[in-house]
Every structure is written in structure tokens, then in C-alpha cells.
């Protein structure tokens, strides 16, 4: 599968794939029930034949196993319909597809010598659902038309023909419908991603603007007074003392400013924190249940509780993929609880836990455990054996 794409298109791949392998290896089976072909009767007249069809329909299927496969590594379709959807375009074909049409031109040899026409109509329908689920439904349509053929010239009657063609382009059509529908939700999982990469980057620009803004008038200034002060110095000027200090002093300033920038960046409002990635996450189409207020959490805990919120919050973007996101907020305690990271077991704790922890230091206390596919964050407040 292709790693770049998440865990709502790798399930919905696996419920396409499987559901289209069943049709594939039904179909041919239904073909017979229409032709009042029982497989069980042919064993004993040609065993061999009737094991050779078996064979095929099991090809077959791994057939259109690798089809899936390939299709599903290549990347988004950009070719669009005059309805803006996703084309499902041209599917990959190997060499599985050509041994799968080995059995029907043994078994078209074998009927041409005298054996039951039937077990050739049923090899067909297979082998014209398999050709023609790669390439556009017209080709479907053209090909379960040429089976209905074949049945009226073999001494079927002619609603039988029908029936059975009729099975056949449903089939083709069901495969290239569930393949059309892959390619939407494929599509929508990718622009989901990408939001949520948006969502994140666009918070980066925000405070790397804010630097800019702050620190760029200053850094202009000193630069200009470092030159005019190396200057004057050359020329032994007094003056350069005094535009030294001016340096000095610009400084002084511009580093308060950027602290103050920072502070306020780490230390943000909780409420205006909580609203921010409650709205971020929910950029990412997941869920956000908000359990207390920021007038739960003391004072004191406030920035501690609005720092954790945006780690987390970005955090959960980065390395997760939820669809449904609880955050708890109380006075000892905030929890975020998340179902994208699926596992049981003990986490392993990398630098961006590690980080936490050496940020909250010990006035908090940072536990992480994942359960039944739920990743829970806690942070407890004034943990045991705080003097507070």
C-alpha cells in the first residue's frame, strides 16, 4: 500500500479488494447456476477439465489481487470527469492475466474435441470480467454481449444468454463502480492530510512572521550601527563609544522582545489555546469532544495546561490519524485521548515525549498508555511529592 495515504483509505481498500475477489470468483459459478451447469456432475465425466476450471477461478482471483495491488501503489489520479470526479483510468496488467486465459483455450480445445460446451461459457465469463474490469466498462458491456453470443450459438435459449450477459456486465460494472468510489475516498484521504499539514505549517508561518516582525526592524538598526561604530573607531572618534552603547541598549530591547514573544507563545491564554486545537484537529475531520473548561484548570496551571494543549495538538497531526479526539480538562489533570494510533502495549518513548517531560519538569507529571486502539496523554498537576 502506498504509505503516504491513511487509515481510512487503507481500510476502505481492503473492503474493495476483497468484496471485488468474491465477485470474480462468484461469477463464474453463477454463470454455471444459469446454464444449469452443475460442477459436481462434470467430475465425474471430465475430471480433469472440471479441476482445470477450479484452477482458473483461483487464478483468477490472484489475478485480480495483483491488479489491486499495482493500482493501489500508483499515485492519486489527476484525470478528471466532466463531473470533477476522480477517473479510475486504465488498470496495470501482468503476466497473471495471460495465465489465466491458459485453462479457457485448453478447455476450448478440449470442447472442440467433444467435451461439454458449458465449461467454456463459464471459463469465459471469468476471463471477460478479468480483461475487461481493467480497461472502461464499454469493453464490459462488448464482452458479456459476445458471451450471450456464444450461448445462443451453442444451443442455449435466449433468455438464458441474456441472463448470463446481463451477470457479466453487472459484475464488470460493480468491480469498476467500487474501484470509482476507492478513488474518491483515496482522494479525500489525501486532501485530508494534506489540510491537516496546512493547518500546521500555517501555525509555524504565524509565529515565524511574528519573529520577523519583531526582531527585523532591530537586527536592520544594529547592523547599520555596528558598521558606523567599526567606522568611527578606525578614525579614533569618541563617538564611537556612544553609538557602541546605542548598539548595546537596541540589543537589550530586541532580546526582550523576542522573550516576550516566545512567552507568549508558550505561555498562550487557555481558553484561546483550546479553541485553537480543538479547531485544528477538527480541520483534520476528526471528532473533538471537550470535556470541563478552561475555568477548571487553576491559575497557576493555566500555561502549563495551554502548552501541553498545542503539543499535543500538533503532535496527534504529525503522528497520528484520529477520528475522534477527547480532551478532558480539570483542576489536578488534562487529558487528551485519541483513536489513531492503533496497538496495545507500552509506548516507546521518543524525543518528542522525552522533550515533554524535560519541558513540564517536576511540577507536573506526563503518563502515556495506549489501549483497545486509544492513545491517552495525561498530565497530572502537582503530582505526589510536590511540596504545593
Known amino acids: 500500500m502506498d504509505t503516504s495515504t491513511g487509515r481510512q483509505w487503507s481500510v476502505f481498500y481492503a473492503y474493495t479488494a476483497w468484496s471485488i475477489l468474491v465477485v470474480l470468483m462468484m461469477l463464474p459459478l453463477?454463470?454455471?447456476?444459469?446454464?444449469?451447469?452443475?460442477?459436481?456432475?462434470?467430475?465425474?465425466?471430465?475430471?480433469?477439465?472440471?479441476?482445470?476450471l477450479l484452477v482458473q477461478i483461483a487464478v483468477g482471483a490472484w489475478s485480480g489481487w495483483r491488479t489491486m495491488r499495482a493500482w493501489s501503489t500508483e499515485g492519486v489520479s489527476s484525470s478528471r470527469d466532466r463531473w470533477d470526479l476522480p477517473r479510475v483510468g486504465v488498470l496495470p496488467s501482468d503476466l497473471s492475466l495471460l495465465l489465466t486465459a491458459v485453462p479457457t483455450l485448453v478447455i476450448g480445445a478440449a470442447v472442440a474435441g467433444g467435451a461439454e460446451p458449458r465449461m467454456l461459457l463459464v471459463?469465459?465469463?471469468?476471463?471477460?470480467?478479468?480483461v475487461t474490469m481493467r480497461w472502461r466498462w464499454e469493453l464490459g458491456l462488448a464482452g458479456s454481449l459476445l458471451v450471450g453470443v456464444l450461448i445462443v450459438l451453442l444451443?442455449?435459449?435466449?433468455?438464458?444468454?441474456?441472463?448470463?450477459?446481463?451477470?457479466i456486465f453487472a459484475a464488470v460494472l460493480?468491480?469498476?463502480?467500487?474501484?470509482?468510489?476507492?478513488?474518491?475516498?483515496?482522494?479525500?484521504?489525501?486532501?485530508?492530510?494534506?489540510?491537516?499539514?496546512?493547518?500546521?505549517?500555517?501555525?509555524?508561518?504565524r509565529f515565524a512572521r511574528d519573529l520577523h516582525d519583531v526582531t527585523g526592524r532591530d537586527l536592520s538598526v544594529i547592523a547599520v550601527k555596528s558598521e558606523l561604530v567599526a567606522q568611527l573607531a578606525e578614525r579614533q572618534d569618541p563617538r564611537a563609544v556612544e553609538h557602541g552603547r546605542e548598539v548595546a541598549q537596541i540589543a537589550r530591547t530586541s532580546l526582550a522582545e523576542i522573550r516576550s514573544l516566545v512567552r507568549g507563545y508558550r505561555e498562550a491564554d487557555l481558553a484561546t489555546e483550546l479553541r485553537g486545537t480543538a479547531s485544528l484537529l477538527r480541520s483534520a475531520q476528526a471528532v473533538v469532544t471537550i470535556h470541563g473548561s478552561a475555568a477548571d484548570v487553576p491559575a497557576r496551571h493555566a500555561g502549563t495546561a495551554a502548552w501541553v494543549l498545542r503539543e499535543a495538538g500538533t503532535n496527534i497531526l504529525r503522528h497520528a490519524d484520529p477520528s475522534v479526539v477527547t480532551i478532558t480538562l480539570g483542576r489536578?489533570?488534562?487529558?487528551?485521548?485519541?483513536?489513531?494510533?492503533?496497538?496495545?502495549?507500552?509506548?516507546?518513548e521518543g524525543s518528542g515525549l522525552t522533550g515533554m517531560r524535560e519541558r513540564l519538569g517536576d511540577t507536573s507529571a506526563l503518563s502515556v498508555h495506549r489501549d483497545a486502539g486509544l492513545f491517552t496523554l495525561d498530565v497530572r498537576f502537582d503530582p505526589p511529592g510536590d511540596p504545593r
Open 30 to 52: 453463477g454463470v454455471g447456476v444459469f446454464l444449469e451447469f452443475g460442477l459436481r456432475q462434470q467430475f465425474s465425466g471430465h475430471p480433469a477439465l472440471s479441476a482445470l
Open 123 to 130: 471459463s469465459m465469463s471469468l476471463l471477460v470480467a478479468l
Open 155 to 167: 444451443g442455449g435459449s435466449p433468455g438464458t444468454a441474456s441472463t448470463c450477459a446481463a451477470l
Open 174 to 205: 460493480m468491480v469498476r463502480l467500487s474501484l470509482w468510489l476507492a478513488a474518491m475516498v483515496r482522494e479525500l484521504d489525501v486532501a485530508r492530510e494534506a489540510q491537516a499539514a496546512l493547518a500546521v505549517a500555517e501555525e509555524r508561518l
Open 332 to 348: 489536578d489533570a488534562i487529558t487528551l485521548v485519541n483513536d489513531g494510533a492503533p496497538g496495545q502495549g507500552e509506548v516507546p
